[in-house]
């Protein structure tokens, strides 16, 4: 018996809700947009994303595609407990304890409609000096007060700290895992995104600056706290929208080799 590899999946946007097709199209072209912008890890980690107006249906990748393979098709529909609802007909299944950090957020958080979870060098990186994320950057001042910090505990997620990581990321979009790596969700997919990349960019910049030897130069308080109110979601305009149609075209003008996202 041949195991079934094959990551040529058919089509199913004749079996599922406008609502679900759409919010799969994205999260695919997301998948593929962070690891176009290096934030991917193998076949490691996730990015979830909730159905609109399902009974919190959620979608995930197949464990084992790297994210330049992942196609809206692809994606498996699974319950908030990680249970399977419908998936390619394949060998690759889910990881279902990679999924524990997103179920508990999706869980306790209605408002989260996407999930990112990320390992990259800079975040690993961050996540393990003791400052955590320095205001240091217009980029990195967002997070002033609006980031939560979870300790490291193994990799194990049991239900205890399952709680404690909900605890942490409190009402924040965005969380360092320390001595692990980055977190964010939001609203939408194209939010989720937005907060990453802003994330993942603020972390390259401080570790630059780091690395400079010479001593980081900090704002005032009053223009951390302003600064970081006005780059809030929603206090001038949402996150994500606008940049979303171009990442789109990016991703559509780029050479094939894989399936397109949107297949
Ligand atoms: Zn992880």
């Known amino acids: 018996m041949t195991d079934r590899y094959s990551t040529l999946f058919p089509s199913v946007q004749q079996q599922v809700s406008a ?30 994303a909730r159905i609109p107006g399902s009974d919190d249906h959620l979608l995930i ?16 529909k699974i319950d908030v407990e990680g249970n399977i609802l419908s998936t390619p007909d394949t060998d690759y299944g889910i990881n279902k304890s990679g999924y524990v950090i997103h179920g508990a957020i999706h869980k306790a958080r209605p408002d989260v409609g996407c999930i990112i979870h990320t390992h990259t060098r800079a975040g690993m990186a961050v996540s393990s000096v003791k400052s955590g994320l320095l205001p240091m950057t217009q980029t990195s001042m967002r997070f002033a007060g ?25 009402p924040h979009d965005a969380m360092i895992l320390r001595n692990h790596g980055l977190l964010t969700c939001g ?4 939010q989720a995104f937005n907060t990453m990349y802003q994330l993942e960019l603020a972390c390259r910049a401080q570790l630059d600056a780091m690395s400079a030897g010479d001593e980081i130069t900090l704002p005032p308080q009053e223009v951390l706290e302003k600064t ?6 929603g206090t001038r305009r949402p ?11 990016l991703l559509a003008a780029e050479p094939g080799g894989y399936p397109p996202y949107y297949q």
Do not use: F
């Open 146 to 170: 609006h980031l939560g910090y979870h300790d490291y505990e193994g990799p194990a997620i049991d239900l205890a700290e399952r709680e404690r990581l909900v605890v942490d990321l409190g």
């Open 61 to 76: 990748n197949l464990y084992g595609l790297l994210y330049k393979e992942i196609t809206a098709s692809s994606l498996v």
């Open 187 to 190: 609203a939408t997919i194209q």
């Open 19 to 48: 609502a679900e097709w759409e919010t799969r199209v994205n999260l695919a072209a997301c998948y593929r947009l962070i690891d176009r912008y290096g934030m991917s890890d193998l076949i490691y980690n996730h990015i979830t």
């Open 228 to 233: 970081a109110h006005l780059y809030q979601p």
């Open 239 to 249: 996150y994500g929208v606008l940049e979303w149609h171009a990442l789109l075209r």
